[in-house]
């Protein structure tokens, strides 16, 4: 996944791994500092999906590099995608 945070004037670019995806947010693991509270812009693929989700996220918890975010205002068809592939990956796909 692709994290940006607007920091001190400037875009932020961090990298990472997701390890948990919900309907209400995802978990993952980053290659830089992100602190509770910020407000940041995701990108990451879903499964079955032919373009990445773009989402706006909350920082809701940090564990050294492992981060727990909260989805922002996603819209009808992004919920929807997250509701599809939460339900196929609790079906073990």
Same mark, same amino acid.
């Given at each position: 996944?692709?994290? =940006? !945070?607007?920091? #001190?004037?400037? !875009? %932020?670019?961090?990298?990472?791994?997701?390890?948990?995806?919900?309907?209400?947010? %995802?978990?993952?693991?980053?290659?830089?500092?992100? $602190?509770?509270? $910020?407000?940041?812009?995701? $990108?990451?693929?879903?499964?079955?999906?032919?373009?990445?989700?773009?989402? *706006?996220? %909350? !920082? *809701?918890?940090? %564990?050294?590099?492992?981060?727990?975010?909260?989805?922002?205002?996603?819209?009808?068809? =992004? *919920?929807?995608?997250?509701? *599809? !592939?939460?339900?196929?990956?609790? #079906?073990?796909?």
């Amino acid at each position: 996944m692709n994290v =940006q !945070v607007f920091r #001190a004037g400037q !875009v %932020i670019y961090l990298w990472g791994r997701s390890t948990e995806l919900g309907q209400d947010g %995802i978990g993952g693991t980053l290659t830089g500092d992100l $602190e509770p509270g $910020e407000v940041v812009s995701m $990108e990451f693929p879903l499964p079955l999906s032919p373009y990445p989700l773009k989402l *706006r996220a %909350i !920082v *809701r918890y940090r %564990i050294g590099l492992h981060y727990g975010f909260e989805f922002l205002t996603p819209t009808p068809e =992004q *919920r929807t995608a997250l509701d *599809r !592939v939460c339900q196929l990956l609790a #079906a073990g796909g």
